[in-house]
Structures are given as structure tokens and as C-alpha cells.
């Protein structure tokens, strides 16, 4: 099992900035690649920014520029920095994770937490 908590989100107004943590426990070592994933109310859920043990990343070409993924291996924990934050960005974003345990890939999947960008 992989358990990811999140934090960061909140209310900031267009143009602003937030950062967002999200830290993984349990089989850790199993994981392969983390992604930030958002949805808008009455929306599909959308991957915006991704990141491989590698350190590659890619991105969603809306926040292409204005969001950057990255993690800290020691701390089991993967970012994602927001920055020129626009209204269409207000979502409930997510971490996801996938993982391979007992030779079988999985997806887990952070709680949630809000954004909210006010004009």
C-alpha cells in the first residue's frame, strides 16, 4: 500500500501563487512515477504535470511555463509550484502515484485539497 497526503491548497487571487506537497508513505520505494492530476467542478479529471523516477517530467500545455513539478527523494515527497495562477485553474487538484508491488502496477491517489483562484 502507498498512502499520499496533500497540502497546500487555498484561496489566492489571479496572478498569484501557491505550492502544493504531497507525501507518500508506506511502499514508497515501489513507486515509479507521481502526477499531479485537477478537476473543475462539473469537469473531467485532467493530468496536468507528471514526474518519473528519472526525473522527467511533462506537463498539461495550459500550465506549460506556469507550473513546475518536482520532488525530493529523501522526503518521499513531490511538489507542484504554482505560479501566474489564473481562475480557470480553480479545481480540486490531486496526487497520484503509480507503483509496482508484487510485480502488479497500481495507481493511488492522494484526498484532494482546493484550489481557489478569485479575480
Known amino acids: 500500500q502507498v498512502q499520499l497526503v496533500e497540502s497546500g491548497g487555498g484561496l489566492v487571487q489571479a496572478g498569484g501563487s501557491l505550492r502544493l506537497s504531497c507525501v507518500a508513505s508506506?511502499?514508497?520505494?515501489?513507486?515509479?512515477?507521481m502526477n499531479w492530476y485537477r478537476q473543475a467542478s462539473g469537469k473531467q479529471r485532467e493530468l496536468i504535470a507528471g514526474?518519473?523516477?528519472?526525473?522527467?517530467?511533462n506537463y498539461l500545455d495550459a500550465v506549460k511555463g506556469r507550473f513546475t513539478i518536482s520532488r525530493d527523494n529523501a522526503k518521499n515527497t513531490v511538489y507542484l509550484q504554482m505560479n501566474s495562477l489564473k481562475v480557470e485553474d480553480t479545481a480540486v487538484y490531486y496526487c497520484?502515484?503509480?507503483?509496482?508491488?508484487?510485480?502488479?502496477?497500481?495507481?493511488?491517489w492522494g484526498q484532494g485539497t482546493q484550489v481557489t483562484v478569485s479575480s
Open positions: 497520484n502515484c503509480v507503483a509496482i508491488l508484487g510485480g502488479i502496477r497500481r495507481n493511488y
Open positions: 508506506g511502499s514508497a520505494s515501489s513507486i515509479t512515477a
Open positions: 514526474i518519473t523516477s528519472g526525473d522527467n517530467t
